[in-house]
């Protein structure tokens, strides 16, 4: 950017008013001999014998840098808070509701599984359990709410092993996530299912 070397005195002088605004606008200090003052103490011309502007496009080539390196630290996570991965043995248990009382002959113990909707491996059955069905009942009488088996309906608790990506925020078996409370479609060449994801171990 360049100033006219001609030109009357009123013009220069407006100039010289319209960068002194600028740079007051701007948090810099000039100086009757236009210089400002940086951060460090020393100072940078501003106008040279030409009417050029110098040190003005030099310290804001500066402060860019600076700001360039203060957006990069902050937006750049440390390490010590990255989330880092690791293979792992784990032990996770799904619940399966409201089964009936023949369904348990299907489970076999080291049968494959495989999520159903992303028909990907998630280990292999390990162990399994079956409980009473219960559900919510009001009793009136007493004035609470009491969980009663329901005839003919079973629980069953199927335990799984696989290994497992695992951080301090997820665990990937492959591309399935499992986490607690999670429903996840189940399939084995004897059965197919939906369970609820109720606990997860690593073992051994």
Do not use: H
Not at 33 to 41: H, L, P, Q, V
Not at 89 to 107: A, Q, S
């Amino acid at each position: 950017m360049f100033i006219q070397k001609r030109g009357s005195l009123s013009e220069k002088s407006e100039i010289y008013s319209n960068i002194n605004g600028f740079m007051r606008f701007s948090g810099i200090v000039l100086g009757k001999n236009r210089s400002f003052r940086t951060a460090w103490g020393g100072g940078l011309p501003v106008i040279n014998r030409n009417n050029r502007l110098i040190g003005l496009f030099i310290d804001i080539g500066i402060i860019m840098i600076i700001a360039v390196v203060i957006l990069v630290r902050l937006f750049s996570a440390p390490k010590s808070v990255t989330a880092k991965s690791m293979s792992v043995p784990i032990r996770y248990t799904l619940e399966l509701p409201r089964k009936n009382p023949d369904f348990k002959d299907k489970i076999k113990i080291g049968a494959n599984v495989e999520e159903f909707d992303l028909e990907v491996a998630i280990g292999i059955i390990s162990n399994f359990k079956v409980e009473p069905y219960l559900e919510d009942t009001p009793d009136f009488d007493n004035q609470i709410i009491r969980r009663v088996p329901v005839e003919g309906l079973e629980t069953i608790y199927i335990e799984i092993e696989t290994q497992a990506q695992v951080t301090d925020y997820s665990t990937l078996i492959g591309t399935c996530e499992v986490l607690v409370g999670k429903k996840i479609s189940i399939i084995t060449k004897d059965f197919a299912a939906v369970g609820y994801v109720v606990g997860i171990d690593r073992y051994p």
